[in-house]
């Protein structure tokens, strides 16, 4: 045997944890997880043998719950809720467990607060009892087909969100929750590998009581470098809403990723090709019990093109640069929980789709940045160029219309007239643009409306700038404008875009810092919007 198939069959993150735990059991063959479209694959550097399970023990410890009496067990072995909670083991000291952190300890909170430790407890306590000849044994069989193991499971929602009540049965019976009808459907060695892969390779926050459990979902990756991801993954300080947390864990396990490939002597790959992207669930706090709400499968984009280490240190400061966007938006304001509900949206394997969002998701930021500081919000701060016109050239279209010399022009244009107007207010300059309100949103409302009417508005927004630009040059003042040329080529991309996307790609860009090293922006104006 030199791999093990865990086939897909729940469409969830239990496939998932099965993998994830068949490979921890099998960590000295020092393993690769690699997904098909039916299956897992843990794929072993040689060919297993008895011996390789000598060390194989359940792989987590017993949960002693409160006011609950300590079974015979190994100090070592036993976990208590209420310090786990804090963050720390009080019934093991440090040196025995020094893999463990306060984010492992999290994991035994949340399998408390599930009330899903039944079935782990239930394993460790049948381990404790038996030879470790039969123990090995068992798991050998089991590795080769046998459908028989050590113990009985039930099944929990947790490791499997298919035994949720209602997704079980298809007319729940009742609410009786000693029903135990879909417990008939389990595999007990797969469900032990679940919990393993559980404690392995996934990770979850509470929000306002509800558990959000992440897992990332390996595409071709060793089983080292899984397990090193996700563990500082867990250590990932995340809050706010399900939208907010969401968008910044993605972004943080890509950054990880990156970080990952930066550190080994491997050919550098996209961050898919390494984790495809994080299964979502969403239990809702009940008040007696957690139940299952919500399954989402997230995508990490496959416009994160990566070969080189240079192009690793431009994405780390790129995604930094988003998520310092996101975590300044505040959630609790509609406006802006709308945005990160939009950036969301960015998460999908497709990649046209994906950069169509991200583009929709600019514009509307640089919308609400424009508004906030002129209300003297200044705490958004805006995109750089140079760090979105790689994403958006990612789309053959947008990365044709980036080159545009009428774009460029007219972006910049908008830009100083907007944000940079402001940006230059708030910096004592008395010699700055007029600064006009309502100019990104009457761009964006034309070019939903149709072509014709996003050359309008744009033609008469041109008409002000330039005429602003002689009345400064008589003052003395060097000011940029816009040639009939400019105006005629980005005519001409009108002509070839869709105009709701020529009206977004015009204000995304104007709402973004300028860059030196952009190509072809052909603007000298002096103000320069400030980063916040």
Same mark, same amino acid.
């Given at each position: ?58 792989? #987590? ?46 994991? #035994? ?13 239930? @394993? ?128 943080? @396990? ?13 050919? #550098? ?73 939009? #950036? ?63 774009? @460029? ?124």
């Amino acid at each position: 045997m030199d791999r093990y198939t865990v086939f897909k069959q729940t469409g969830t993150h239990a496939d998932v944890l099965a993998a994830i735990g068949a490979a921890d059991v099998l960590r000295s063959l020092e393993p690769r997880i690699v997904e098909f479209d039916d299956r897992f694959e843990v794929q072993l550097r040689r060919r297993l043998l008895p011996s390789d399970l000598d060390a194989v023990d359940p792989g #987590y410890s017993y949960l002693l719950r409160p006011n609950k009496t300590a079974p015979r067990l190994p100090p070592e072995r036993i976990v208590q809720t209420h310090a786990a909670v804090a963050g720390r083991n009080a019934a093991t000291p440090d040196a025995v467990m020094p893999r463990a952190t306060a984010a492992d300890h999290r994991m #035994y909170s949340i399998l408390g607060r599930m009330k899903a430790h039944g079935g782990p407890n239930q @394993l460790i306590s049948r381990f404790a009892k038996m030879r470790r000849e039969a123990w090995e044994a068992k798991i050998w069989e089991c590795l080769h087909g046998s459908p028989d193991f050590v113990f009985r499971s039930p099944l929990v929602q947790l490791f499997n969100p298919h035994s949720a009540k209602g997704y079980a049965l298809l007319k729940p019976s009742g609410t009786n929750r000693n029903d135990k009808t879909k417990d008939r459907w389990a595999q007990p060695f797969i469900e032990w590998l679940r919990f393993r892969g559980y404690f392995e390779g996934s990770s979850g926050w509470f929000a306002s009581g509800d558990l959000r459990l992440f897992c990332p979902i390996p595409a071709d990756i060793r089983y080292e470098q899984f397990i090193a991801a996700v563990a500082a993954f867990r250590d990932l300080r995340l809050g706010g809403t399900a939208a907010k947390m969401d968008c910044r864990a993605i972004l943080g @396990l890509t950054r990880l990723l990156i970080g990952l490939m930066m550190g080994v002597a491997e050919t #550098y790959r996209p961050p898919n090709q390494w984790v495809r992207g994080v299964w979502v669930t969403h239990y809702k706090d009940m008040g007696q019990a957690h139940t299952l709400m919500a399954m989402e499968h997230l995508a990490i984009p496959d416009w994160l093109d990566l070969r080189t280490s240079q192009q690793a240190q431009w994405w780390l400061q790129t995604l930094d640069e988003h998520d310092v966007v996101l975590r300044r938006l505040t959630d609790s304001h509609s406006d802006e929980l709308a945005l990160l509900k939009q #950036y969301r949206r960015i998460f999908q394997e497709r990649r046209r789709e994906s950069i169509a969002e991200f583009l929709e998701f600019l514009s509307g930021y640089g919308m609400l940045l424009f508004r906030r500081r002129a209300a003297d919000h200044w705490v958004l701060p805006q995109f750089t160029l140079h760090g979105v016109t790689p994403i958006l050239s990612g789309d053959p279209d947008l990365g044709t219309a980036i080159g545009n010399p009428g774009l @460029l022009a007219i972006a910049a244009a908008v830009r100083s007239s907007t944000v940079g107007a402001q940006a230059a207010r708030r910096n004592g300059k008395p010699e700055h643009r007029e600064i006009r309100y309502g100019l990104f949103s009457s761009i964006l409302r034309a070019g939903l409306l149709g072509r014709g009417e996003l050359l309008e508005a744009v033609s008469t927004f041109v008409s002000g700038f330039n005429r602003e630009a002689f009345r400064r040059r008589a003052k003395g003042l060097p000011s940029a404008h816009i040639r009939e040329g400019e105006m005629e080529a980005f005519a001409g991309l009108v002509g070839r875009l869709p105009s709701k996307v020529a009206g977004s790609l015009l204000c995304g860009l104007a709402s973004c810092v300028r860059a030196d090293s952009l190509p072809v922006e052909v603007v000298s104006e002096p103000v320069q919007a400030v980063c916040v």
